[in-house]
């Protein structure tokens, strides 16, 4: 799920994500992703060949870096809600880490966006999304199964479950704020907080 890129690539995706979340999905252009990089519009199209292609790239590597963070985390000799708990940290503190990123995908989820017609880059790439989406919902959803069977989480739908689940990890891209300033106990709080505050949501 997470791919290795050159590092240009990824100058260009942070820059691109950084430009997406201050000016918007809409109003940010190429050339304004040019300008943050001091490059010039060639070196960003040389690897994507459109906005559109650009923007859904940030959105597949935000979903990489949280897929790539947690699925390490999981370990199934562990009680699930053990072993869920060291996932949903271990998520949070990735958003975090990458927060401009998925203020890009918050944009996209609530309106920041205008549906247009996509070249077949740019669907391959929103197919890319749709699968690594599934596929992260995916190890959330069979822990909090095993929770289930193991009595620690209440019996329910799983689908609804997860989806709570997931609103409740992803809370911080809607309030926090790097620029005011954040020590690491701060975000360890937060971690921790937010991951109680979830697994609460499960439990029987």
């Avoid at 199209?45 to 597949?60: I, W």
Wanted: glycine content about 6%; proline content about 2%.
């Amino acid at each position: 799920m997470f791919e290795q890129i050159s590092s240009s690539k990824s100058e260009i995706l942070d820059a691109a994500a950084h430009c997406f979340m201050t000016l918007g999905v809409k109003n940010a252009s190429v050339d304004d992703i040019a300008a943050r990089l001091g490059s010039t519009k060639g070196r960003i199209y040389h690897h994507f060949p459109s906005k559109g292609a650009l923007l859904a790239a940030v959105q597949l590597r935000a979903a990489g870096f949280t897929h790539h963070a947690v699925a390490k985390l999981i370990d199934t000799s562990l009680p699930a809600v053990q072993s869920l708990d060291k996932m949903a940290r271990g998520h949070i503190y990735e958003v975090l880490n990458s927060l401009a990123y998925h203020k890009v995908i918050l944009q996209t989820y609530t309106g920041g966006t205008e549906a247009k017609k996509m070249s077949r880059v740019e669907q391959d790439l929103q197919d890319q999304i749709r699968t690594g989406q599934r596929q992260y919902e995916m190890l959330f959803r069979a822990e909090v199964a095993r929770g289930i069977a193991e009595g620690s989480f209440e019996k329910r739908n799983l689908s609804v479950a997860v989806a709570g689940l997931m609103l409740i990890l992803n809370s911080p891209v809607f309030w926090f704020r790097p620029e005011r300033g954040a020590s690491q106990e701060f975000i360890d709080t937060i971690a921790r907080d937010i991951s109680s505050m979830a697994l609460a949501s499960l439990r029987a």
